[in-house]
């Protein structure tokens, strides 16, 4: 009777005991996966170590430090918890990305997953990328999780096509805490002018001029007043996107969008715009542009920045991150920037602010090449969980970040690398892979209660400002760079996310979209830098080359586009 009892108990505390155990989700298939490259490990014990697996990747953006051969401390963790190793190719420059995607296209040779940005289109027009929508109803949880009810809508493909192909891309709860646009000046240069108002674009110029008449060196080398880059679609960047801020639009790209009808215009027909290109030829003919801004390479423009001789700047934060960190290092404080919401006039508010909800649009696709689709898409799955994405945000526990009082703390080390060392995500794969992966913004809190992101929060951003730029700020009333703009609350959220992620799919449009975007590359410097009395005329020819480069056909298209993709989201 006894031994009968004992058995009993034994199998009772067996099967409690498997039921507290922790739950694995979608790694695990009941039946066989009719997906090309079935796992070999879908039937392994649940404890076994993850059959290993290596993955290739092209990623259109270039990448100065690359985690080559995945040996980073996050990388290695990674392949730990899933068994994969990722070899990531990047793009050799800023134009080659696009080129490789359609010699892939031509090819059918593709790597396991590609991020083509906005020219995935390339490889769906060929059939490339496989729909992801039944792989991930049966092996993404995690995904359908980290994505929602709504977030999951805006990674549908199109009105007509509306199948998921991607995922990833940009970050899920992001809100901004501080300006990601925005027109900057030395802290040296606004300490010494006294802390001027800095509102409008006639303000900016004056203290760029005051400055420079002050200053024709600086670290011993000659001043240069304002520099901008236009190093292929890097012209986007500096050259087009500052006017459309200036007059009132956030970044919708190279679209100008009405906020109530949804109605856009290429922004750069606007005659508010044509204002602002006045404002720059003036800059030009004062000597207070730097000659080299549209012949200079994205490199030389960085070194120039690094050195601490350029005054202003019109630029995005992470276009320059990179320069300012090497400034830091080298103790170049004064020459680190100050970020202002400048436009034409007072009347206008700068909207770098404005929320877009999460923006889809872009993202990782998986390829009809993939060697196993149902490993691929388990292992985005498990980027998706909660381990993936502190490991991913915070480094690896001991020897990135302690934890202190129930919450992660990141040692002093890690942030004094992330603030000098440009190469700091290499070395650490910290935030390595969270874009173009899936990534949770910095609005996002884990199940403790405390935030994924570990270095943009308001309390580090403030906490990791410099002793000069807390100095300036103090003089305009605010503790950081976000209290100096008009706030979210003051703009409508956009129901469409952002412009220029919208997909291009037809070849016709495609076309004509970069026709159009070669003509502003070709005949703005000309403008620019023309005389004055001649600004009106050349900007007249310039509208009409817009026109016979297919304007008012590639406007008709993005319109429909964009009124179906705002409905498809809803």
């Known amino acids: 009777m006894k031994r009968t009892l004992l058995l009993i108990l034994v199998l009772v505390m067996i099967t409690l005991a498997a039921g507290c155990g922790p739950q694995v989700t979608g790694t695990q298939p009941t039946t066989t996966p009719a997906q090309k490259g079935a796992s070999s490990d879908d039937t392994a014990p649940a404890d076994a170590a993850p059959e290993p697996i290596t993955f290739t990747m092209y990623n259109v953006e270039t990448d100065a430090y690359p985690d080559t051969d995945f040996s980073s401390p996050v990388a290695q963790e990674i392949k730990k918890a899933t068994g994969v190793t990722l070899e990531i190719e990047n793009a050799v420059s800023s134009d080659a990305g696009k080129q490789k995607l359609s010699l892939m296209a031509a090819s059918g040779d593709y790597p396991d997953f590609v991020y083509g940005k906005g020219d995935l289109s390339i490889l769906k027009n060929v059939n490339a990328i496989i729909k992801l929508d039944d792989l991930i109803e049966q092996y993404g949880p995690n995904i359908k999780k980290f994505y929602g009810e709504i977030d999951i809508k805006r990674l549908r493909w199109s009105l007509d096509d509306p199948s998921i192909y991607y995922v990833g891309g940009k970050e899920v709860g992001q809100e901004n805490m501080e300006p990601n646009a925005g027109f900057q000046l030395q802290l040296g240069a606004v300490k010494a002018l006294g802390y001027p108002r800095l509102r409008t674009l006639q303000d900016f110029e004056n203290a760029i001029r005051t400055f420079y008449e002050q200053n024709p060196t600086l670290y011993g080398q000659k001043s240069i007043p304002l520099s901008l880059l236009a190093d292929d679609w890097r012209f986007m960047i500096t050259v087009s996107n500052p006017a459309n801020f200036a007059t009132g639009n956030s970044d919708d790209g190279e ?51 690094a050195s601490g001789r350029v005054i202003a700047l019109a630029d995005a934060r992470w276009e320059i991150d990179e320069a300012v960190t090497a400034l830091k290092k080298d103790e170049k404080y004064e020459a680190v920037y100050g970020y202002f919401p400048i436009t034409i006039d007072e009347s206008v508010k700068f909207a770098d602010f404005q929320s877009a909800g999460y923006l889809g649009g872009w993202g990782m696709a998986i390829t009809t090449n993939c060697k196993d689709v149902v490993r691929a898409i388990k292992f985005i799955d498990w980027m998706c969980t909660e381990e993936a994405q502190i490991l991913t945000h915070w480094g690896v526990k001991d020897l990135h970040y302690t934890i202190e009082n129930g919450k992660r703390v990141l040692k002093p080390e890690v942030k004094e690398m992330r603030n000098s060392d440009p190469a700091w995500q290499q070395k650490t794969g910290i935030k390595k ?126 319109n429909k586009v964009l009124k179906e993709r705002t409905k498809l989201w809803q």
């Open 255 to 305: 679209w100008y969008i009405d906020i109530e009808t949804l109605d856009a215009v290429r922004h750069l027909t606007r005659d508010e715009v044509k204002e602002y290109f006045r404002w720059l030829n003036g800059m030009h003919d004062k000597g207070l542009l730097d000659p080299e801004s549209f012949v200079q390479k994205y490199d030389q423009y960085k070194a120039k920045i």
């Open 433 to 558: 892979y969270c874009y173009p992966f899936p990534t949770y913004g910095n609005a996002v809190k884990d199940s403790t209660g405390q935030y994924f992101e570990a270095f943009d929060t308001l309390e580090e951003i403030a906490a990791r400002q410099l002793p000069i730029e807390n100095e300036v700020l103090s003089h305009y009333g605010v503790n950081t760079w976000k209290e100096l703009y008009p706030q979210a609350d003051e703009f409508p959220v956009k129901p469409y996310g952002a412009a220029w992620l919208v997909n291009i799919e037809d070849p016709e449009w495609k076309a004509a979209d970069d026709r159009i975007l070669k003509t502003g590359y070709r005949m703005i410097p000309a403008i620019v830098m023309g005389d004055p009395s001649e600004f009106d005329a050349k900007w007249a020819e310039y509208q009409q080359a817009l026109k016979d480069a297919g304007l008012d056909m590639v406007t008709e298209q993005f």
